[in-house]
C-alpha cells in the first residue's frame, strides 16, 4: 500500500463544486483586498499583509488534509472561511469598531475550529479506539492544543506590534488605574480612580495630546479578552462533542472532520512483470542443465574416449 500522489488527491478535493466555488470567492475577495490596501501603502502596510498573510491559513487546510489523512466536510470549511474572513475584515474594514460584538464572535469561532483540529490530530496520534476512557483523553488534548495556539497566535500579535510598529492590539480606555510602579514600592501600591482624560506629552513635550473618556491601555485587556473568548468556544463545543457522545453520535460525524485513508494498492504492473521475470528465470534453468548434458553425451566431447 502506498500513498497516491499529492495532485491526485488536490484535483479529486476540487471536483467538489461547493468547496471549489467557497475558495475562489474566498481568494478573490483577499486578492480584491490586497490590491486596494497596497493603493495606500506605507500606511495601509498592516491591512496589505493581513489581506495576502491570513489566506495562507486556508492554503494549509490542502497539506494538512493531504498529509495527516484527514477530511473536512463543506460545512467545516465553510466556518473555517468565515473566520479568516473575519480576522480580515474586522481590522482592516473597521468591522471591530463598527460591531464590536464581531470581534467576540471570530474569536469563538475560532476557538471551536482550534478544537476540532486538535481532535483529528488526537485520533492521529492516539488512534482511533472508541473507549471511553481515550475519548476523554482526546477531548483534554484538543483542549490542551486551543489554548497552545491561541497563547501563540498573541506572541504573534505582540512581536509584530514590537518590531513592526503594526497596531494588532486593540486599545481599551480604562477608568481606574493600580500600580505598585508608580508607588515605587511593592507594599502600598498607588490607586487613581474616576479617571476622567490624560493629558500625553511628546517630541520631548512640544505637542499635547489629550486622551478623553479616561486612561488608555495598550493591549492587555485584548490580549485577555481573546484568550478568554476562544476558551469560551472551546468549552462550548467539547460539551457539545461528550454530549453528543453519549446522545447522538452522528453530530459529531458532521462536526468533527475524519480520518480517511488515501492509500493504494501498489501498481498491478510492478507485480505482473517480477511473475514474468521469475518465470522466465525458472525456464532458463532447466535448459541449461538438459544443454550440459547433451554436451557430455555428445561424440565430440572431450570427455569422449
Excluded at 486596494?36 to 493581513?50: G, I, N, Q, V
Excluded at 501563540?152 to 513592526?164: D, G, I, N
Excluded at 457539545?240 to 504492473?269: G, W
Excluded at 525456464?283 to 544443454?291: I, L, N, R, V, Y
Amino acid at each position: 500500500m502506498k500513498k497516491i500522489p499529492f495532485k491526485v488527491y488536490l484535483k479529486d478535493r476540487l471536483k467538489n463544486v461547493p468547496f471549489t466555488v467557497m475558495l475562489a470567492v474566498f481568494f478573490l475577495f483577499c486578492l480584491g483586498s490586497a490590491i486596494y490596501f497596497a493603493t495606500m501603502l506605507p500606511e495601509r502596510l498592516r491591512d496589505f499583509f493581513l489581506c495576502i498573510g491570513m489566506p495562507l491559513f486556508v492554503v494549509a487546510l490542502f497539506p494538512v488534509e493531504y498529509l495527516i489523512g484527514f477530511h473536512c466536510g463543506n460545512i467545516l470549511v465553510f466556518i473555517i472561511i468565515i473566520a479568516t474572513v473575519g480576522g480580515i475584515v474586522g481590522p482592516c474594514y473597521n468591522v471591530y469598531s463598527i460591531i464590536p460584538a464581531s470581534d467576540v464572535i471570530v474569536h469563538a469561532i475560532t476557538g471551536a475550529l482550534l478544537f476540532c483540529l486538535g481532535f483529528m490530530l488526537a485520533e492521529k496520534l492516539f488512534g482511533t479506539d472508541r473507549s471511553t476512557k481515550l475519548f476523554f483523553s482526546k477531548i483534554l488534548f484538543s483542549v490542551a492544543f486551543c489554548f497552545m495556539i491561541g497563547v501563540l497566535w498573541e506572541f504573534v500579535e505582540f512581536l509584530a506590534v514590537e518590531t513592526m510598529h503594526f497596531d494588532m492590539l486593540q486599545d481599551t480606555y480604562v477608568d481606574k488605574i493600580e500600580s505598585y510602579l508608580l508607588a515605587g514600592n511593592q507594599t502600598d501600591p498607588v490607586i487613581l480612580n474616576d479617571i476622567t482624560e490624560t493629558w500625553v506629552f511628546y517630541n520631548g513635550g512640544a505637542d499635547k495630546y489629550v486622551i478623553e473618556n479616561g486612561y488608555l491601555d495598550i493591549g492587555i485587556y485584548d490580549t485577555m479578552y481573546d484568550l478568554l473568548i476562544a476558551t469560551l468556544g472551546t468549552v462550548i463545543i467539547a460539551v457539545t462533542v461528550i454530549i453528543s457522545y453519549f446522545k447522538c453520535p452522528k453530530i459529531n460525524e458532521e462536526l468533527l472532520p475524519r480520518l480517511v485513508d488515501r492509500r493504494v494498492p501498489a501498481e498491478k504492473n510492478d507485480s505482473e512483470n517480477k511473475t514474468v521475470a521469475d518465470t522466465e528465470t525458472a525456464d532458463k534453468e532447466p535448459q541449461t542443465a538438459d544443454s550440459d548434458q547433451n554436451n557430455n553425451e555428445f561424440p565430440g566431447n572431450g570427455n569422449s574416449k
